[in-house]
């Protein structure tokens, strides 16, 4: 028989990629976007990459949910096998208050298990992040951090988007400490980029975006991680028929590159581009950080050496990860392509 999957944040970056590649597995998917618009446009998004689109208004349907609102969970979760959560809010800028994020992150992931509890479906894949990892106190220049790490919410390195992501996480663990029926595996991407499938790109995109537009006279020394889209996407539904990755933590990660040597990779491939490589010293970007809040954020990890191990995903899951570089130039070619640079 065939399975439902119930998607939430469908209409996100990973999530139209997971839409797709559930569809492809053969699976019923049914996403939870914020309106029927929303709706509409992950339709659009999924039929141009399906290879078969006549059976896609059988297999494909949607229910309007919210983090906030316990409103439609109910139905939503009705004969469903799987969940898999994808939905938290994911803002460039630090908002003024932190709650904005923490709360619908945390609040939206035990109102999704608690309505998964409820309606009996006891296998769960979260979307969490890398950031729920790797933000230690003190932070140090040099570090590598698989899946027993965990952020320490006192870390310098712990934002708003930081400790959301570790709390939620956290508190879907605790949940199913309390709830063993639930079989969850948690996904940790890194920097996510690679091709979108449409104009509606997400916020890491927008970093890319930046660099080609040359918004910035001289970089920050940041060290990225990054990781395909398609490859997390791949990620999450290989944990639906992985049962060996049930209660483990999965890490998503290609590779890491500076900051600036992403911005030469996309001068390389895009040479007639203004783009900035040059290295702004680390006095500048702190100092900077006193007048722009956002830049805070990364004053913390200047120049710290800070990677994942990849090595969980490779074996149980059995992901052979697209290059980072790869996934970079796809990411720029997409913007150029669809004229989402000036």
Same mark, same amino acid.
């Given at each position: ?7 939430t944040?469908a ?14 597995a053969?699976?019923?998917? %049914?996403?939870?976007?914020r ?18 689109? !006549? ?7 949607f229910?309007?949910l +919210?983090?906030?609102?316990d409103?439609?969970?109910?139905e939503?979760?009705a004969? &469903?096998?799987?969940?898999?959560h ?5 803002p460039?800028?630090?908002?003024k208050?932190? +709650? ?17 509890k409820?309606?009996g ?11 729920a990892?790797?933000?230690?106190n003190?932070?140090? +220049? ?6 027993d ?15 959301? !992501?570790?709390l ?7 949940? &199913? ?13 890194c920097?996510?980029?690679g ?35 398609r490859?997390?996407? !791949?990620?999450h539904v ?7 990755s049930?209660?483990? %933590?999965?890490?998503?990660?290609s590779?890491?590159m500076?900051? %600036? +040597?992403?911005a ?29 809040p956002?830049?805070?954020q990364?004053?913390a990890?200047l ?9 969980r ?30």
């Open positions: 028989m065939t399975k439902t999957v119930l998607i944040g209409s996100g970056f990973i999530g139209k990629h997971i839409v797709l590649q559930l569809l492809e053969g699976y019923n998917v %049914r996403g939870s976007v309106n029927q618009a929303k709706a509409e446009e992950v339709r659009a998004a999924i039929k141009v990459h399906l290879k078969d689109q !006549k059976s896609l208004a059988k297999r494909l349907s229910v309007e +919210d983090l906030t609102s409103e439609g969970w109910d939503a979760l004969g &469903v096998d799987a969940l898999l994808t939905a938290s809010p994911f460039l800028a630090q908002p208050d932190e +709650d904005e994020l923490i709360r619908p992150a945390v609040d939206g992931t035990l109102r999704a298990l608690n309505a998964a409820a309606a479906v006891c296998r769960v894949v979260l979307t969490s992040s890398v950031a990892v790797y933000a230690q003190p932070v140090p +220049d040099e570090a590598t951090y698989n899946e790490n965990w952020t320490d919410l006192n870390s310098p390195a712990a934002s708003a988007y930081v400790k959301s !992501k570790t939620a996480e956290r508190a879907a663990w605790d949940f &199913v400490n309390e709830n063993p029926e639930i079989k969850l595996t948690t996904i940790n991407p920097l996510v980029l091709p979108p499938l449409d104009t509606n790109i997400g916020s890491s995109m927008e970093l890319v975006q930046r660099v080609m537009q040359g918004k910035d006279p001289a970089l920050p020394a940041l060290c990225l991680e990054v990781v395909d889209v490859d997390i996407a !791949k990620m290989a944990a639906l028929s992985a049962p060996e049930e209660g483990k %933590r999965v890490i998503g990660s590779g890491d500076w900051f %600036r +040597d992403m030469r990779l996309l001068k390389v491939a895009h040479p007639d581009r203004k783009i900035t490589t040059r290295q702004a010293p680390n006095w500048f970007i702190r100092l900077y950080a006193l007048i722009d956002a830049v805070g990364i004053v990890i120049g710290k050496h800070l990677v994942t191990d990849n090595s995903a490779r074996s149980v899951l059995g992901i052979e990860f697209i290059a980072a570089e790869e996934a970079t130039t796809a990411a720029a070619d997409f913007l150029v392509e669809n004229k989402l640079v000036d």
